[in-house]
């Protein structure tokens, strides 16, 4: 338990205290500020630590962000001497390189910052590779991706959180669905302005039927008939077809995702996925025959993974010689399955799963493009999408590191719109439970023109 005379900073120091494992410990704190200096005194099992921080403060805003930054960093000096350090030190927040690009624009240069954080030197450059491969992207900025939120599975795998349930017991809701997805896409024409991406993304969109998948398709083409980069994140193997990679292609989709997680059948089999390795590597062909840029998504620390299971997934999707590789680290979150039955992941072992795909995917010629922590992720570590031959996905970019307004139909679709000039984002969130969302499409529709008609 955590004990503080600021209640403003407790979700942030709690957020150190959860990434050593140490929730269950009692803590004291105590923070005051005077003549430009911090002060945060930490009492850990009847000990007592004070740290002192000057730093120049402009505005309410600027002193709040200051704050907490340094509390964050007290209950890490603490914890990280007791228990080691972690690999991305006293930064617990889920965009590395948003606060990177921050210190960028504020003219100072953001290794310092990382430094004083005890970030590692490998997570500091693979946020500036980061940064590298972002120039053209992030710098454009602005304008609107469409995401689509097609909520279906197969079945559900057990390391899923999202809502989400097997097609079998869903199937009943899939026409009614597409048709307010229709009327979502139709009703979004005049908030875009300028169009960067349309997303199509899961659940698994492959899994509904290719005549309902080619509703969604043309009413995207006739709303919006020229776009940039298009992507199908078709999903797992299983619910691939031929006929659904033509309609795909014929509808203009650039980038499609080919999603194994693993390529061992046992860690399949063990995840509820229901498909084999074999079934990937012909679902990648299939697609690969029609030139779209293709994507393929693993996750370290899946099931009873070691090290060299992960290094056999990774080298072979490596030698498919996909434009992207994501490369996700295994999340505790609470609605999946996983977090019953285990309690503790194997931390150093994903640790070196993730530092062994840094290794092997740059000596293959790949760079990373966009990265991310979540909350419950093992060790604390990150997910990275990696990109080959010029071609990262603009979607991720933007919705990454929020440069662009994310305007989002279907159910358990957040739709995001900036306001630059204040910078703030206001987000709008639709229902998750699919028949809700059917009921209330009217007025999500009309929440979105509100929220969007003020730009
Ligand atoms: S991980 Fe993907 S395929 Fe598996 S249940 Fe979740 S959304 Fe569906």
Known sequence: MLNTNSEYLKPEIMDVIRAFGCEDKDFGHYFSFGSGKFFNAVECDGEFYDFENECEVEGDLEFKRLAKRFAKLAFYNVLSKRYGRLPWGALTGIRPTKLAYAEISAGRDFKNLFKQMDVSEANTLLVEK??????????????????????????????????????????????????????????????????????IGGGTPFVIEAVQLEKIYKAVAETFPSIPEYTVEAGRPDVFSEEKLMLSKEYGVTRICVNPQSLNDKT???????????????????????????????????????????????????????????????????????KENVKRLNVSGIANMVNLSRDKLEAAGYSPYYMYRQKYQAGGLENVGWCKGGKPCVYNINVMEEISDNIAVGANAISKKLFGDENRIERLASPKDIPTYISKVAQIIADREKLFALM
């Open 268 to 338: 399949l089999a063990a995840i509820g996925r229901k498909h084999t390795a074999e079934q990937f590597f012909k679902a990648y062909k299939t697609a690969e025959k029609y030139g779209f840029d293709i994507n393929v998504d693993l996750i370290a620390g899946l099931a009873e993974e070691g090290v060299k299971d992960f290094e056999y997934s990774l080298d072979e999707v490596t030698f498919l010689n996909p434009a992207n590789i994501t490369v996700h680290t295994l999340s505790l979150k609470s609605g999946a399955k996983l």
């Open 130 to 199: 980061t940064i590298a491969a972002q120039k053209g992207i992030y710098d454009k900025g602005g304008g609107q991706d469409l995401f689509i939120s097609i909520p279906f599975c197969p079945t559900k795998c057990e390391y899923c959180s999202f809502i989400t349930a097997p097609i079998t017991a869903t199937k009943k809701y899939v026409d009614e669905y597409i048709d307010c997805l229709i009327g979502e896409i139709r009703s979004v024409k005049p908030l875009v302005k300028k169009l960067n991406s349309v997303y």
